[in-house]
C-alpha cells in the first residue's frame, strides 16, 4: 500500500501528511494520488536505472500508462482529451489532477524518464486539441492518447530559440500542399515521433508570418531525425529534425494561416507549469535524498546531519522547496478557475516568473546535495545515483520553454505594458468626469449667484479625499468594484458646491440653510454612468494584472486628482 507523509517530514507535500490541511485537495484527488503513486512504485521506478542506460523508455511503458486511464491527464484539464478516450476522468477533473500525477512522477528522479514518457505529449498535442479541426483531433488524438503513436513538438531552430518569431523553416503553398523545408533542433521526443507539430513560416518576416502544420512521419516523406547527445535527460530522446521537400496537405494546417505564432503563446502557460511542477519534485527528490543520507552518514565521530553546516543546508534546501511548492499550488487554482483566455494573459507574467524561480531552486538543490553526499554524488550508481543524474539535469529545466533570462525580463516587460494600459483608462475616466463635472459646475454658476463659503468647501474637499482613502485601505484588490460603488452611487444623486464669486461674500447662512446645489441632467447623468461601467469593466478583467502592477501610490495619486462628486 503507497505511504504518504512518513518518513522524511518533506519527502512529500505536507498535504500527504494527514495533521495538514489543504483548501486545494478533495478527496477525487487524494484517490487519484493512490492509482498514480502505484503505478510510478510498480512500473516506474524500478526500471528507471535501466531506460537511462538505454536512452529509451520503452513503447509498452506509454500504453500501459494510458491503459491505467493516467496518460490523458497531461494534455490540460480543459483539453477535452478524455472524451476522446474509451477511459473515465477522474471525478471533478482539474489541473491539480494532472499537478498530482507529474509529481508523482517525477519521484523517479529522471528528468530523461519523465521527458520520454509525456514531454512530447504534454506539449505537441494541446495545439492539435485547441486549434486543429475535428477530423484532425479524431485521426490524431486517441492514439497519442492512448500511448499507440508519438508526438513531438518543433519550434526549435539552431538559430531561433527563445525568439520564437525569427524561425526560418518555411512551408510554400504549391495548390492543396505545402512543401516544407528546414531543420528543427532539440526537439524532445523527436527520434520516437510518429508526428510533428510543427512551426514554420508561410508569411513574411516576423510573427505574423509564422503558421502551425502537423507532419506525419509514415504518410510524408522527406523528415529525417537524429539523435542528440545531451548532458542529461538521456532517455527523452532529444533529436535533430531535417525537413526536405516534406509534402504536407493544407488540411493539416493547425489553425489558421500566419496565426500561428498565437497557437505557440497560448501553448506556453501550460508548457511551463509542467516544467515548474517536475523541477519542484526534482527539488524536494533531492531534498528527501540528502536527508536521509545525513542521517546514515557519519563523520568526525557523528551523523552528517548534527553538524549545524548540513542542518544549515537541509534548512536552505527546504525552506526553498516549500516555497516554490505554495506558489505552484495557487497558480494551479487560478488555472483552475480562470477562463482559458483570460489565464492566458493574466497568469503568462507570473508562471514565467514562476518557471525561473523553480529552476534557480531546482539548480540550488543539486548542488547542494552534491555537497552533503560528497564523491556519492558523482558516481553514477550507488547512494548518490539520483543526486548525479539531476545535477546533469538541471540544463534541461533553465533553458527550454524560455530561459531563465528572457522569461525573468518577459514577466517584467508584460507587467509595465499592463500599468501603462491600466493608467491610460484610469487617465481617460479621469479626463472624462473633469469634462462633466466642470459642466455641471458651469451650469451651476449660470444658474444662481450663490456660493459656498471657503470654510464649507474646504471641508468638502477633506471629505473626499478621506473617503478616498478609506475606499483603498479597504482593500486593493476590490479597487475597481469601489470606484463603482462610491461614484455610481453617488452619481444617483450628484450634487455641487457653486464656486464664490469675486468680491463681498454674503453673510454667514444659519445652520438651517443649506448651500445652494444643482443635479446633472437626466441624459447627462446616464451617459456618464455608461462610460463608468464600460471602463470599469475593462478594469476588472486584469484585476490580477492591476493589483501586480500599479503601486499603491500612483493610484492613490491619480484618485486624489480625480474630482469626485460630494
Not at 47 to 54: K, L, Y
Not at 224 to 236: E, F, I, L, Y
Not at 265 to 283: C, D, I, L, P, Y
Not at 350 to 359: D, F, G, N, V, Y
Amino acid at each position: 500500500m503507497a505511504s504518504f507523509g512518513a518518513g522524511n517530514p518533506y519527502g512529500d507535500p505536507n498535504w500527504y501528511n494527514g495533521a495538514y490541511h489543504s483548501p486545494y485537495y478533495k478527496e477525487t484527488h487524494k484517490a487519484w494520488r493512490a492509482r498514480c503513486r502505484s503505478f510510478v512504485e510498480e512500473h516506474i521506478m524500478p526500471f528507471v536505472s535501466e531506460w537511462e542506460v538505454n536512452k529509451a523508455v520503452p513503447r509498452e511503458t506509454y500504453v500501459k500508462c494510458a491503459e491505467a486511464g493516467l496518460l490523458p491527464v497531461v494534455v490540460g484539464a480543459h483539453s477535452g482529451a478524455f472524451d476522446l478516450v474509451p477511459k473515465e476522468a477522474p471525478q471533478d477533473l482539474d489541473y491539480f489532477h494532472e499537478l498530482i500525477f507529474v509529481d508523482e512522477l517525477a519521484r523517479c528522479g529522471s528528468g530523461g524518464v519523465l521527458w520520454g514518457l509525456i514531454e512530447g505529449l504534454q506539449i505537441g498535442l494541446p495545439p492539435v486539441l485547441n486549434f486543429g479541426t475535428e477530423e484532425m483531433k479524431k485521426r490524431v488524438a486517441p492514439d497519442c492518447l492512448m500511448g499507440r503513436k508519438i508526438i513531438s513538438l518543433n519550434i526549435t531552430e539552431p538559430s531561433a530559440g527563445s525568439d520564437v518569431a525569427a524561425i526560418k523553416t518555411t512551408a510554400v503553398r504549391e495548390g492543396d500542399f505545402y512543401i516544407v523545408n528546414g531543420n528543427k533542433k532539440w526537439i524532445t521526443n523527436g527520434i520516437f515521433s510518429d508526428y510533428f507539430t510543427c512551426a514554420v513560416r508561410t508569411g513574411g518576416q516576423g510573427m505574423r508570418g509564422v503558421s502551425m502544420l502537423l507532419l506525419e512521419k509514415d504518410s510524408m516523406p522527406g523528415i529525417t531525425t537524429k539523435r542528440m547527445d545531451c548532458q542529461g535527460v538521456w532517455p527523452s530522446g532529444t533529436t535533430y529534425v531535417e525537413f526536405d521537400q516534406v509534402k504536407v496537405p493544407v488540411a493539416n494546417l493547425i489553425g489558421k494561416e500566419n496565426e500561428g505564432f498565437g497557437v505557440i503563446m497560448k501553448n506556453f502557460n501550460h508548457e511551463r507549469w509542467g516544467f515548474v511542477v517536475q523541477a519542484t519534485r526534482f527539488s524536494r527528490v533531492l531534498l528527501e535524498d540528502s536527508w536521509n543520507f545525513a542521517n546514515k552518514r557519519s563523520t568526525f565521530g557523528k551523523k552528517l546531519v548534527e553538524h549545524p553546516v548540513i542542518r544549515w543546508k537541509l534548512a536552505e534546501m527546504t525552506r526553498q522547496v516549500e516555497g516554490i511548492h505554495h506558489w505552484l499550488e495557487n497558480m494551479t487554482f487560478q488555472l483552475c478557475q480562470m477562463p482559458k483566455d483570460q489565464a492566458m494573459t493574466t497568469l503568462g507574467g507570473p508562471i514565467a516568473l514562476m518557471k525561473a524561480h523553480s529552476s534557480k531552486i531546482f539548480e540550488y538543490c543539486a548542488r547542494e546535495a552534491r555537497q552533503i553526499f560528497g564523491g556519492n554524488a558523482y558516481t553514477r550508481s550507488g547512494l548518490g545515483e539520483r543526486a548525479e543524474r539531476l545535477y546533469r539535469d538541471v540544463g534541461a529545466y533553465a533553458i527550454p520553454g524560455g530561459s531563465e533570462e528572457i522569461l525573468l525580463d518577459l514577466a517584467i516587460r508584460q507587467v509595465l505594458a499592463g500599468q501603462a494600459a491600466i493608467l491610460s483608462e484610469l487617465r481617460s475616466l479621469h479626463e472624462y468626469w473633469k469634462q462633466q463635472l466642470g459642466a455641471a459646475q458651469g451650469s451651476d454658476r449660470s444658474a444662481s449667484p450663490a456660493a459656498a463659503s471657503p470654510a464649507a468647501k474646504e471641508l468638502s474637499n477633506v471629505g473626499r479625499e478621506e473617503a478616498v482613502e478609506r475606499r483603498l485601505s479597504e482593500g486593493l484588490q476590490d479597487f475597481t468594484d469601489s470606484i463603482v460603488q462610491s461614484i455610481e452611487g453617488l452619481s444617483s444623486k450628484l450634487v455641487f458646491e457653486v464656486p464664490a464669486r469675486p468680491g463681498p461674500q454674503p453673510k454667514p447662512r444659519t445652520q438651517s440653510d443649506q448651500p445652494r446645489t444643482t443635479e446633472f441632467h437626466s441624459a447627462n447623468l446616464n451617459l456618464g454612468r455608461l462610460r463608468l461601467r464600460e471602463a470599469c469593466a475593462s478594469l476588472r478583467s486584469r484585476r490580477c494584472l492591476f493589483l501586480l502592477c500599479l503601486p499603491m501610490a500612483m493610484a492613490m495619486a491619480i484618485l486624489r486628482r480625480m474630482p469626485l462628486p460630494g
